[in-house]
Each structure stands twice: as structure tokens, then as C-alpha cells.
């Protein structure tokens, strides 16, 4: 019973379990299953935050503002490749749960950004571009075209 009062007195008095046990900036690690690749990220207001090359780890904030998370869009580029463009958003995270019995730490956990959680990978798939067909080739050797039809609408009166 002693240790159950003492458990209860502590988990009342924390300020907010997610701020004491996890963090508001998290590691993501960035790769590329076709090697290494270029890649850019960016705020939901269109900043650059980081680039850099796969693989990499990126420290992230997971939050954005008072109970606001934090959003980036990551593009990734790699010649003979198509450009692929991937959202990485945060998720509630669950020690903020922790608060049930604490409203102060319903408070705190969104202000310092431990309410949220980023994934801590982010692994793609660049599809490979088809080839283009050489800059000299004849017209005659060139694939045909099918005819762009044109229809006329008449009115019915």
C-alpha cells in the first residue's frame, strides 16, 4: 500500500511524462534503396531545414508550436531517376497519455514539443527513369504518333 501511495504522489506531482521521459527532437534516419541520393527537407512554411545525401540521420523537431506539430515534405533526386517527394508528419506520442492523472503535464508536454513523435526512418524507392530516345534520330525512324482527333459540337435546337 506504502508504494502504491508513493507511485500515485509522483505521477500527480511530474509536470508532464512525456517532457521527463521522451524527447521534443528525434533522429530520423533517411535512405535510399537504390544508393545514395540527394535530398532536401522542408518546414510546412517552405523552409529549408536540412540536405544533404542518403543515407543519413537528420535530428528533427517534432513540434511546431503549442499543440501544433510538425510537418516536412522531403524531396529526393538522383540522376536516371524520377524525383520522389515524401510528407513526414509527427504523431502524437504516447508517453503524452502518461498525463491521465496530471493536467499540469497536459499543459507542459505541448509546449515543449514532447506531445509529438516522428518516425525514425524514412526508407524510398526511386523509380528509374525510362530512356530517352537519342537527340539525332530520324523522323522516319520515330515512333508514330497517333492523330490528335478534333470533334465539333453542334447545338441541337
Known sequence: MNRFLMVLTVCLLLPGCASLVSNSAWPVFIDNT???????????????????????????????GYFRRADYTVHFSK??????????????????????????????????????????????????????????MPIEDQPEQSPVKTYHLTPRL
Open 34 to 64: 537504390s544508393g545514395p541520393a540527394d535530398f532536401v527537407i522542408k518546414n510546412k512554411n517552405d523552409v529549408e531545414i536540412s540536405r544533404g545525401q542518403t543515407p543519413a540521420i537528420i535530428i528533427l523537431e517534432s513540434g511546431a
Open 79 to 136: 540522376r536516371g531517376y524520377r524525383d520522389q517527394g515524401y510528407r513526414l508528419s509527427a504523431f502524437i506520442n504516447g508517453w503524452y497519455y502518461g498525463n491521465f492523472s496530471n493536467i499540469l503535464g497536459f499543459l507542459i508536454d505541448p509546449a515543449t514539443g514532447a506531445m509529438w513523435r516522428l518516425t525514425q526512418q524514412l526508407i524510398v524507392s526511386m523509380p528509374v527513369l525510362p530512356p530517352s530516345p537519342p537527340l539525332n
